[in-house]
């Protein structure tokens, strides 16, 4: 063994040498070009890395700054992910259309736009208008620092030295013509579709289809618009198609609207989420912290987590996850302190209502002052067709936009038309947050990276650090919105709009209604960190994707605007369950890493505890065991009952009744009121323990167990079938059972999948659980963390690492995270690659 650890040791320290003599030899000409790149030609500059693989292929990638950091990143990455990273590439290109046609869907990673041709038509124009490059030339802090563009020309160098030197295997893209080589600005336009995926990202639709109507009185010649002989082309179907309106759509509706806005913004539908929780050394068996993070993210696609550690001998020393495309560690730990993210309830984007010049509805006012509208012509390539042209119209607030998803149509007409403001358009700090929160040795510090660089678009942090501390922060980019203002400029349908959602819609034709600047931030209109809500030094912080009002059940935060969230209205049932949990943890102490461990695969589901008994009742009381379903046939749900009352109340692989009971929570949910549904009506003063009571009594029970018992009689499926023999994957054919289970249920360990009766059940995960890690630390120079990346590290379905991981989240395992050295060294599946451009 002796032996085998010297041996080891000579490796690597020869493998460090050469990357040392391989830097140090750049002669001066190339060390002069690192300083200076062109963002605009594929990045260079002779970069190496040195890359350790433990198990799990986890690479541990070792570079003296961080262009070689940057470089072994984006060398690893391609290696496992080359085929998502490429086909993101081709979003941000704007050239989807090209490669795949314009009506195919994408898959969400980088937008939510419903097809290619507008997601071309964005960000081609982004790329045309030279928004990314003109963010890179910014001066930090509004701009991004040196290390982090070096980051960036570093990540984009490894990956096109993987390509020129490796064959692509994956079939996703195997002699793809659209595999090709990346630049800076890539990379960076990779970062700015995260920064506005919460914003811009959702509106693409609104924005890409907005068209002026035609002026007061039909006089077509006053809006200038010599594209549109061009634009009435066959990929261009539906009401968007031809040239200006010849009549003005009806108004928004406040009431509808204030509705659509709530669900638009409300975090627990997205297919993001998350928990995290910090314990503080007071409930602890070392008297040092502990963080669990669980965020939940799509399990396919571009959006996916991806492992490392990147270590830069005295200044940089980091493990996590890192968003595909993204060169920093975005969630992870180091040797003093730990975080994790949240998706946050600040409303990211605010409208202006713009009233139009009668004369030109491509012009607005501003204090009676006419301003022209900003046109933005873009054309995109289109495979087996013509190009297909098209018209964005730009304003100082941003772009014209005409709806937020189709529940909040936001209608251009002969009078007024609405821009939308967001600004993470303005943002590309997120990967310098990053960086700053993997250099942080406590959570002061920690907090103190978060106000220095302000890059967080659209998530809250919670963190621990080995001296027991810990912190809740909502420390993100959000338009400052105050009430005052709100109060002051709202419009008619911004004063429905914001107490419901958050989403300001403010008077655009008014000069004092400017958002103003905090003098803390580093940019203008936005709040400054000081403003965020924060919770420092609790015996425990949670955040499950509600507001910042209960990151302490005991400790409620108040006092902020809107805009951040709401307060005092009902939780979650997942954030209901977890405070349940890490409140009752807290209390009990002597907290370990294993009690977080436990906490993740407990599975419990609080809907359950509060309404599966009242259901199993509600069932026995059902007059000859038979209920009415939806289609009015009457359906025996006799066995139904008892099925329910032995249920365990978890969502374990092996639990028998949580299937059915899940089916049928589903369908009585979204048809019955919440007020019907409980006997117990929320109580701000009790809001984890309300509402309760189910209501035996509420019309939707019969009918909803009678659809559930008929849906799965159809389907074959036992009512007390185990629910990991339904909900489950298929990796190179073999079916790995899942437990877990969905929002709907409450469940910590959320698991999102598809319904499909055809083919046996809840057959494939669209998203939850991801890149989970539990970490303490116990007065050794190493943490103690485990880990688990669900759906592992690489999507190349021949990789060994395509399904190990999955395996493991199957069956409920570990991975014990080499952090320290001693650690790396002595793995039995250490594998050391120097990586380097050839020249």
Request: aromatic share 6%; charged share 20%; proline share 7%.
């Amino acid at each position: 063994m002796l032996r085998r650890t010297r041996s080891t040791l000579r490796r690597v320290a020869l493998a460090g040498a050469a990357l040392l003599a391989a830097t140090a030899a750049v002669p001066p000409a190339h060390a002069q070009a690192r300083a200076a790149p062109d963002a605009r030609t594929p990045a260079g500059g002779g970069l190496s890395a040195v890359i350790r693989y433990t198990e799990n292929g986890i690479p541990h990638i070792l570079g003296r700054d961080h262009a070689q950091v940057g470089f072994g990143t984006g060398w690893a990455q391609a290696a496992d992910q080359v085929c998502v990273l490429a086909d993101g590439f081709v979003t941000v290109s704007g050239e989807r259309s090209r490669w795949f046609g314009p009506d195919a869907p994408t898959d969400g990673s980088l937008s939510s736009v419903t097809r290619n041709l507008s997601s071309d038509l964005y960000f081609k124009g982004v790329r045309e208008s030279g928004t990314v490059e003109g963010l890179l030339a910014t001066p930090a802090p509004a701009g991004p620092s040196k290390d982090l563009k070096e980051l960036m020309r570093g990540w984009a160098a490894g990956y096109n030295a993987w390509l020129a030197q490796n064959r692509v295997t994956d079939p996703a893209c195997k002699g793809a013509a659209w595999l090709r080589p990346v630049t800076t600005v890539d990379v960076a336009a990779r970062g700015f579709a995260i920064a506005v995926l919460g914003g811009e990202g959702r509106g693409i639709d609104g924005i890409t289809g907005a068209r002026p109507p035609a002026p007061a009185g039909g006089a077509r010649a006053a809006v200038p618009h010599e594209a549109l002989p061009h634009e009435a082309v066959p990929h261009e179907a539906g009401p968007h198609a031809a040239g200006p309106r010849e009549a003005d759509p009806p108004e928004a509706d406040p009431a509808a609207a204030a509705q659509a806005a709530r669900e638009f913004f409300d975090t627990s539908r997205h297919d993001m989420g998350s928990n995290a929780v910090a314990f503080a050394g007071s409930t602890t068996a070392s008297g040092r912290g502990l963080l669990l993070g669980n965020p939940h993210y799509p399990w396919q696609g571009g959006r996916r987590f991806w492992q490392s550690q990147q270590t830069i001998p005295g200044e940089l020393n980091v493990s996590g996850g890192s968003l595909l495309g993204m060169p920093a560690v975005s969630i992870g730990f180091n040797e003093k302190v730990a975080w994790s993210h949240t998706v946050a309830t600040g409303t990211p984007v605010n409208l202006h209502e713009l009233a139009l010049d009668p004369a030109d509805p491509t012009a607005y006012l501003v204090d009676g002052i006419p301003q022209k509208m900003t046109r933005r012509t873009v054309t995109v390539p289109v495979a087996g067709g013509d190009p297909v042209t098209r018209t964005q119209w730009w304003t100082r607030y941003g772009p014209v936009v005409t709806n937020l998803g189709a529940g909040l149509p936001l209608p251009w007409t002969t009078r007024s038309a609405y821009a939308l403001n967001d600004p993470n358009a303005s943002n590309l700090r997120g990967s310098d947050t990053a960086l700053a929160l993997g250099k942080a040795r406590s959570v002061a510090g920690i907090q103190d990276a978060l106000a220095r660089t302000q890059g967080l678009p659209w998530v809250n942090t919670v963190a621990a650090d080995s001296a027991g501390g810990t912190l809740f922060t909502q420390t993100q980019v959000l338009p400052r919105i105050t009430d005052e203002l709100a109060a002051r400029c709202s419009t008619p349908l911004g004063r429905a709009v914001y107490p419901a959602s958050g989403l300001a819609v403010l008077d655009g034709a008014r000069g004092d209604c400017a958002l103003g600047s905090d003098a803390d931030a580093v940019q203008p209109g936005v709040f400054g960190p000081g403003k965020a809500p924060t919770l420092r030094d609790a015996p425990y912080a949670e955040n499950s994707n509600d507001s910042a009002w209960l990151a302490h059940a005991d400790r409620p935060l108040t006092g902020y605007e809107r805009v951040w969230g709401n307060v005092a209205t009902p939780r979650s049932l997942r954030t209901r369950g977890a405070l349940e949990d890490v409140s009752a943890m807290a209390a009990k102490g002597r907290l370990t890493v294993a009690d977080l461990q436990k906490l993740q695969f407990a599975n419990r589901a609080p809907a359950g505890d509060l309404a599966a008994a009242d259901a199993a009742r509600a069932c026995s009381a059902l007059p000859g065991g038979t209920a009415t379903a939806a289609d009015g046939s009457v359906v025996d749900v006799s066995a139904a009952c008892a099925v329910l009352a032995r249920w365990d109340r978890t969502t374990d692989a092996g639990s028998r009744g949580a299937l059915l009971f899940d089916r049928f929570w589903r369908r009585l949910t979204a048809s019955v009121p919440s007020a019907d549904l409980w006997l117990v009506p929320f109580s701000a003063a009790d809001p984890v323990r309300t509402p309760r009571t189910l209501n035996r009594a509420a019309p939707g029970i019969g009918r909803a167990l009678a659809d559930t018992v008929a849906e799965l009689g159809a389907a074959g499926i036992a009512l007390d079938a185990p629910l990991g023999d339904h909900q489950f994957v298929v990796r190179n054919g073999r079916k790995l059972p899942v437990g877990g289970g969905t929002e709907a249920l409450g469940v910590w360990n959320k698991v999102e999948a598809r319904w499909s009766a055809a083919d046996g059940g809840y057959s494939d995960v669209a998203g939850g659980s991801s890149h989970i890690q539990a970490v303490g630390w116990d007065g050794s120079s190493c943490p103690v963390a485990r880990t688990l990346l669900t759906y592992g590290q690489s999507s190349d379905p021949g990789s060994p690492y395509y399904a190990d991981q999955t395996r493991l989240f199957s069956e409920e395992r570990w991975v014990r995270a080499r952090f320290c050295e001693r650690d790396i060294l002595t793995s039995p599946r250490l594998k050391v690659v120097l990586v380097r451009e050839r020249r």
